[in-house]
């Protein structure tokens, strides 16, 4: 009998019966229907159950599995961010001047400089909490580090991958318990084709702003995830809109709705 750790398959035999009844799903609305019949938030929190081997949330409507058996490399000092989401692959400063975030980088300093950011959903609240943060960050190394006068810290961090947050302890700092991020269709046709889209859209708007310093670095990348989230850091949309981004798993759905972006930034321009 399957349960929750055959998401997948469920996703895949879901997607095939609608088919036969002209219904049309894309694979990852396809595994986002399945995470919400089984009680899940979304499916970044039922991959993170299924890959930290847990049983489902043992309280209804809870986003918190009831058990975690994550290794303690898997648990992070976490950074939380006002008004920026950050893409992997980049180098991008920071600044930390509240004191629960200066002793999660003192932390991290003090072991493997590991650290996860994660973007905050209002930028007003000084003491963010689990509820306060999006669920979905990105682990960085920090390569660098200044104390300034005022008592901030600014450091400079190599973002890596993202991930999924299954658990935020507060004290005495924030720490998170992470689980890997579940991507999908980076190498389809259809990703490729949407890649070389992206990059004649970029070479209309070559001359806006801070495309035409990335345009020809990007001509040479062959990944199209790694294109996409390249594109996605320099987009002139809102957070929420980023947020979406960064939490889109499928890679042909990210560059549609970076293509869909584009669009409208290019009508308003």
């Not at 039922?46 to 599995?65: C, D, M």
């Not at 320099?234 to 979406?244: G, V």
Request: with cysteine; proline share 5%.
């Amino acid at each position: 009998m399957r349960d929750f750790r055959d998401a997948k398959a469920m996703a895949q035999t879901l997607r095939e019966a609608l088919k036969t009844k002209s219904v049309s799903l894309t694979h990852s609305e396809s595994l986002e229907l399945v995470a919400t019949i089984l009680g899940f938030r979304d499916w970044n929190v039922l991959s993170a159950t299924i890959q930290s081997e847990v049983q489902p949330p043992a309280n209804p409507g809870s986003t918190i599995p009831a058990r975690v058996r994550l290794a303690a490399e898997n648990q992070l000092p976490t950074l939380p961010v006002r008004d920026i989401v950050v893409f992997p692959h980049l180098n991008v400063p920071l600044f930390a001047g509240r004191a629960k975030t200066i002793s999660a980088v003192e932390h991290a300093m003090a072991e493997d400089r590991r650290i996860l950011v994660v973007t905050q959903r209002r930028p007003v609240d000084d003491n963010p909490t689990a509820a306060d943060l999006y669920g979905v960050g990105l682990t960085a190394n920090v390569t660098d580090l200044i104390k300034l006068n005022d008592g901030t810290i600014k450091l400079l961090v190599k973002t890596l991958t993202r991930a999924t947050i299954v658990r935020l302890v507060e004290d005495p700092f924030l720490t998170a318990e992470i689980a890997p991020f579940d991507e999908s269709r980076g190498q389809d046709e259809e990703a490729i084709a949407l890649s070389r889209a992206v990059l004649e859209a970029l070479f209309a708007a070559r001359n806006v702003g801070q495309i035409s310093s990335v345009y020809d670095r990007l001509q040479e990348n062959k990944e199209p995830g790694t294109l996409a989230d390249a594109v996605a850091a320099i987009l002139t949309c809102d957070i929420r809109q980023k947020q979406d981004l960064l939490e889109t798993g499928d890679v042909v759905s990210r560059l549609q709705k970076i293509l869909a972006l584009m669009k409208t930034d290019q009508q308003a321009a």
